[in-house]
């Protein structure tokens, strides 16, 4: 009996606790999905430019902060 009105007192304070959550407002500087998409996989293969040769990379200056001038991010 004590367990079960346990139970019951927790469930009604997580229900109580979630009711009036609000919710922050979106930032004025989010970039598109399409823009993200393009980031994320220019990401990806400097990423795996980077694994295979790093060296090569840096002597053509090449740098993973370049994707984000490219972009306009």
Not at 12 to 17: D, K, R
Not at 45 to 70: C, D, T, W
């Amino acid at each position: 009996m004590k367990r079960k009105l346990l139970i019951g007192l927790i469930m009604g304070f997580v229900l109580v606790s979630c009711y009036d959550v609000k919710k922050p407002k979106k930032p004025s500087s989010i970039i598109s999905k399409d823009k993200m998409v393009v980031v994320l996989v220019d990401m990806s293969i400097m990423s795996s430019a980077k694994g295979v040769n790093k060296k090569r990379l840096e002597e053509n200056g090449i740098v993973p902060n370049r994707i984000y001038m490219k972009n306009m991010v």
